[in-house]
């Protein structure tokens, strides 16, 4: 249809789209800049890139990225409103926020390249002036070219699914938190109680997003080579006794049961990676277990290591699943998680120097058990 109006360029068209984003986004989130940690505001900044390289191509992904990134270190990064880094880890989180940017950004543009390539060849065969067979046999040549395109390196495909599946796990605690945020913004009077609930609820769904975004910055430091544990003396009940405190509201309709002695030897590892990887086992039970049902966490002295176990009431693991589920990536019976959680707890258990296997539960479930070193003063890790 012809409307009399040349239609702007795509490149433009993503990158006009990819700045307003970035300017509405960054004047919702200026909203909460005190109340949340620099990972909420790093995840909604990376997908403005994306939506431009829908609309454009890599050069208009490239340009908003690089201007995510400026807002993303002007804006959210102590100290606020300022081009100045105090901390080493602040300039770590800048890089690795343009780094995702980009890769983000480049991979939607190849798919939508592709896209574009698909329709245009369409259109092409569509017009050519040839008899039914000839258009069935070049329609059949260029599904046949477009599906070798379509065969990426296996770390490209990796990349797309894990787009896909950020994307989705984004949409739950983005939609909580926008929704009682016009809320309070709202003329609806509320009670003190009633405020303070949905207070906690934004800061539980940015605690959500906080370890979406630490799990893809540790799969990014396992992906380098550079997932060093950093170990000290750590108090394993009480360390699983605080993870299973963050994860309330994924558990909160399931018993959860924690069997840990307080005299547990004292146990030699990075207590922020163990954390993650208890973190990460409890939110999997939580996906994979019946409401009402009960996630029990236990931990027992192994020789030099102690033993740590989460084990669930669900539907388990197949025997033919139980090596694959730990590879980045893997998804295993519908699951719609960014399938990188197991692979990041293989990857922190195997830097201290233990294992991490699956097996069944008693009485049906899934039973996750790693091992953890017991402390010595003059232990050093493996290389």
């Not at 059949?140 to 477009?146: H, N, Q, T, W």
């Not at 994860?247 to 018993?255: E, G, I, K, Q, Y």
């Amino acid at each position: 249809m012809d409307s009399g109006r040349e239609l702007p360029h795509p490149r433009l068209a993503g990158m006009s789209v990819g700045a307003a984003l970035v300017a509405a986004s960054t004047a919702v989130l200026l909203i909460e800049r005190d109340r949340v940690t620099a990972a909420g505001p790093a995840l909604v900044l990376v997908l403005p890139g994306a939506v431009a390289a829908a609309l454009g191509d890599r050069i208009s992904a490239a340009v908003v990225a690089a201007g995510s990134t400026a807002v993303f270190g002007y804006f959210f990064l102590p100290p606020f409103d300022s081009w100045k880094i105090l901390e080493a880890a602040d300039f770590v989180a800048i890089i690795l926020f343009a780094i995702v940017a980009l890769i983000i950004g480049e991979l939607t543009a190849r798919e939508t390249e592709g896209r574009r390539t698909a329709e245009a060849r369409t259109d092409e065969l569509e017009e050519l002036p040839e008899s039914l067979a000839a258009a069935q046999a070049d329609r059949a040549r260029m599904i046949s070219e477009l599906d070798k395109m379509a065969d990426m390196t296996i770390v490209d495909h990796q990349r797309t699914a894990l787009l896909r599946s950020v994307s989705h796990d984004l949409r739950t605690p983005l939609a909580t938190i926008r929704a009682v945020a016009s809320d309070l913004r709202g003329d609806t009077p509320y009670d003190d109680q009633t405020r303070r609930d949905l207070i906690g609820l934004v800061g539980d769904e940015a605690e959500r997003l906080d370890r979406l975004v630490a799990n893809l910055l540790s799969m990014s430091r396992v992906e380098a080579g550079a997932f060093a544990p950093e170990c000290q003396a750590v108090d394993l009940p009480e360390l699983l006794a605080t993870s299973i405190k963050r994860v309330r509201r994924p558990l909160h309709d399931r018993r959860v049961e924690l069997d840990a002695s307080e005299d547990l030897p004292l146990v030699d590892v990075d207590y922020t990676q163990v954390d993650q990887v208890v973190t990460n086992l409890l939110e999997n039970a939580a996906r994979h277990s019946p409401p009402r049902s009960t996630v029990r966490v236990s931990a027992r002295p192994a020789g030099d290591f102690v033993q740590v176990a989460v084990e669930d009431s669900g539907t388990g693991v197949l025997p033919t699943e139980r090596t694959r589920v730990f590879e980045a990536f893997h998804h295993s019976g519908g699951s719609r998680s960014t399938g990188i959680g197991l692979a990041i707890c293989k990857a922190v258990v195997e830097a201290h120097g233990g294992t991490i296997r699956v097996a069944d539960a008693a009485g049906g479930g899934a039973r996750f058990m790693f091992t953890l070193p017991i402390h010595h003063a003059s232990r050093a890790l493996p290389t």
